[in-house]
């Protein structure tokens, strides 16, 4: 059994006040539409030093996998699997926390998968991905996000999800 926590409509009108608030601001301020989509699809870069393997997320600094493993797992072997892992002939990879995972993450995209317009991924399932955070009341249980609608949720530690690895950039 899942224990879901889900602000999905709570996401949306924030989100959607912020963009409108976002796009009412770039108006006033000169910026076309097509001028704030180009600068949203440079939101992340390929990095050729990694064979393309990794993305640096432009916004937050981090640098992700271009394309996770498909393999699901339980949350006890999620963060060994990232800690093993060569990826772009790095080794320091990570699992990451739920706000870190989240950043990916976009409400307002349909159809999946919910990722940032312009976002280099691909092999992304539509299910959940785990995360380094467990859930503060419920010692059984981690957080996850689902990139089938970009939904935040728990799930039971012994039950699979996907596994999304992350690094600093260094």
């Known amino acids: 059994m899942k224990i879901r926590r889900s602000n999905w409509v709570n996401r949306i009108g924030a989100v959607g006040l912020a963009v409108g608030c976002l796009t009412l601001a770039g108006f006033a301020s000169g910026v076309t539409p097509a001028e704030a989509a180009e600068s949203e699809s440079q939101r992340f870069t390929v990095l050729e030093s990694m064979n393309n393997e990794g993305a ?7 640098v992700w996998e271009t394309i996770p493993t498909r393999a699901q797992t339980v949350w006890k072997s999620a963060a060994g699997i990232c800690a093993k892992k060569t990826v ?3 080794k320091d990879w990570r699992l990451p926390t739920l706000k870190e995972l989240e950043t990916l993450a976009d409400h307002t995209i349909y159809p999946p998968p919910a990722l940032p ?12 991905y785990w995360t380094s955070t467990e859930h503060e009341d419920y010692t059984m249980s981690a957080w996850d996000v689902n990139f089938d609608y970009g939904i935040i949720g728990n ?3 012994i039950n699979n999800n996907f596994v999304w690895c992350v690094r600093d950039n260094k």
């Open 155 to 157: 799930d039971f530690k």
């Open 56 to 62: 640096l997320d432009n916004e937050t600094g981090l």
């Open 88 to 90: 772009g002939g790095k």
């Open 117 to 128: 317009t312009g976002h280099p991924f691909s092999n992304i399932e539509f299910h959940g």
